[in-house]
């Protein structure tokens, strides 16, 4: 019989929980840990990102506590690839079991993996060899590495050796762990109650036997402050430092106003332009997107576009920071001179200075405004317009 439609092999579908539904409050900066940024971004959401981009996983689900939605939504959003989250319970066994039964409730995965949202850095190589391992026929598996430190055996008190372990057959147990979807719910509805502490354990208690491919070195569970200055060390050292640069400029119009820098400032005339024409944040602009080589403002926003008919010039801005966060970039410095015999720009300068911090969320000592005059020469000099250059350094 020819392959038809009804013959086409289909590749099992699968699913990844990623757990986030624990306190964390050991990494210290108040929040639970896995919101928490390394370089910038919450941990959690790096998690999420690199699960959501790996070609093996078709669907990303996050297990968050319920008391944690505001902080989610605030600091992880809208992820592609990610669905809503579902709420976690008081152990991370219950906080399984809700991901799993959410996972039955809709079109359920042929295989799930549950990875801990507290490791970033599982790599794709990882999570090929356990969905692999799967599709070759195991229905439980986990990564798994040595342990190279020596391992002894202490007594009641803590403190007195009893013995050395032999070390050879152990092995620390990392995650994503991967099942057959449907043999670990049974196995989690079966376990409800019993105090495990990883998925693994639910499958065995099933006598379902569980696998071992080999884990990763790299991919270390963020725990303690440490842990966060490590990973900070780790994701920050493969960034490039880059320069972009802009320039810009509007000319006069009749008016009552200018707006420079995101400060409206009254003046005797106007800046022509389809947005707000606000000179100094469009150079800007172009200096941010500059330093990761994505076009120049007129690429993003077309001035032909209506619905940016005398637009805020922040929302140009605020989308050339998200494009250099949404790879993992932090914006180091930023450095614009608006160039203008009038108006007066340095009774606002330190309000502009603010204004370009709180739309690019950064420090106010990583923001500089200038402003010069062009000595009464050129277009500058004869007050037909103004004119704005801007330098922004980002590692990314
Ligand atoms: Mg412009």
Known sequence: MPAGPD???????????????GRGLRAGGGLPKQFRAIAGV????????????????????????AGDIADYETLVGAIPGVDAPVFGGA??????????????AGNPPALVLVHDGARPFAAAGLVDRVVAAL?????????????????KRVGDDGV?????????????VQTPQGFLFDALLVAHRAAAGADLTDDAAVMERAGIAVTAVDGDAANIKITTA?????????????????TGMGFDVHRFEPGDAVTLCGIRIPHTARLAGHSDADVGLHALTDAILGTIGAGDIGDH??????QWKGAPSDRFLRHAAALVRARGGLIDHVDVTLICERPKIGPHKQAMRAAIAGILDIDGDRVSVKATT???LGFTGRGEGIAAQAVATVRA
Not at 55 to 60: A, G, K, L, M, S
Not at 135 to 151: H, L, M, N, S, W
Not at 160 to 172: A, K, N, P
């Open 301 to 306: 926003f077309p001035p032909s576009d209506p």
């Open 7 to 21: 013959m086409e092999v289909t590749q099992p579908t699968v699913a990844c929980l990623v757990m986030a539904a």
């Open 135 to 151: 599709k070759d026929g195991a229905r439980a598996v986990i990564p798994a590495a040595p342990v190279t430190d020596t391992v």
């Open 226 to 242: 440490e842990d966060f200055e490590e990973a900070e060390r780790r994701m920050t050292g493969n960034l490039t430092v880059r």
């Open 374 to 376: 062009t000595e009464k």
């Open 160 to 172: 007195t050796v009893l013995e050395t372990v032999d070390r050879s057959r152990l092995r620390r």
């Open 91 to 104: 152990t991370r066994q219950v906080s399984v079991r809700n991901g799993l039964e959410a996972l039955a």
């Open 42 to 65: 919450p941990m959690l959401a790096r998690t999420l990102r690199a699960m959501a981009a790996m070609p093996c996983i078709d669907r990303v689900m996050p297990v968050i506590g």
